[in-house]
């Protein structure tokens, strides 16, 4: 079962209505790849930006942004599951990145290249009782050879951790995990061709796209008239001080 189907099963226990059937049930799931032991999703978690920063497009771009006392973002979310120990549950890894980033590993893929790197650690939320705060990594790569020399049939790796560690802030603010505290809780990994991956990054380079004109036009169309509104009411009451 894949992550956004497990979500919507659990929403219907919670709330003990009548389970929906999971070929009627939506999920913003935008693609993805599945073997007989291993699946690899990536989920819409795109958001838009608020009225302040219309131009921005996407939520959390600009400056923080807050939505009924939570932190917005606007992430591709992806998903590993391995589920190939049959006598066991299924292992779930997740991870996020943002837009740009999604749209850059589909350049890349596009440009042919022959090497690629690409990596991402986060950490987050409030620390437990035990002072660890959640944490993900990922990591995608592109490896013409392997160590024997040889060309690779499945080039492209997709690693994602999830774990937690102990939070520790930069001079510049920013968080990062303290050395040696990190602890690995999950972690599955994927292998991919150069068509296979390029059908999953086509359809979330599409999906993005599409998702930008559709918000970007009602931002726009809304944003651009409030700021120069805003623009002209500041401008008056100045000229307004400056002739008293």
């Known amino acids: 079962m894949s992550d956004t189907q497990n979500q919507a ?18 999920t913003g799931q935008i ?14 978690n795109l958001n838009p930006a608020p009225l302040q920063d219309y131009a921005a497009i996407h939520a959390g771009t600009v400056r923080p942004y807050e939505k009924d006392g939570q932190r917005v973002y606007s992430v591709i979310r992806i998903v590993a599951q391995d589920y190939s120990r049959k006598d066991e549950h299924s292992i779930r890894a997740k991870a996020n990145i943002a837009p740009e980033e999604a749209l850059y590993i589909a350049e890349r893929i596009k440009a042919g290249v022959k090497d690629f790197k690409f990596e991402a650690v986060k950490i987050f939320g409030n620390p437990d009782n035990q002072g660890y705060c959640p944490m993900t990594k990922i990591w995608i790569n592109r490896s013409e050879k392997n160590a024997d020399g040889e060309t690779m049939n ?14 520790a802030y930069g001079k510049n603010g920013g968080a990062y995990c303290q050395g040696g505290s990190y602890v690995l809780e999950k972690k599955v990994f994927l292998n991919f061709s150069d068509y296979e991956f390029f059908k999953l990054l ?43």
């Open 9 to 26: 099963q659990l929403q219907n226990q919670h709330q003990g209505q009548q389970q929906t059937p999971t070929q009627d049930r939506i």
């Open 31 to 44: 693609a993805v790849h599945k073997t007989d032991k291993k699946l690899l999703e990536f989920i819409d």
């Open 154 to 167: 499945r080039p492209w790796k997709v690693d994602i951790e999830n774990g937690k560690g102990r939070k």
């Open 202 to 244: 086509s359809a979330v380079e599409r999906y993005i796209r599409i998702w930008e004109i559709v918000h970007g036009a009602k931002l726009l169309k809304e944003g651009r008239p409030a700021r120069d509104m805003q623009y002209a009411t500041t401008n008056a009451t100045t000229t307004t001080s400056e002739n008293q």
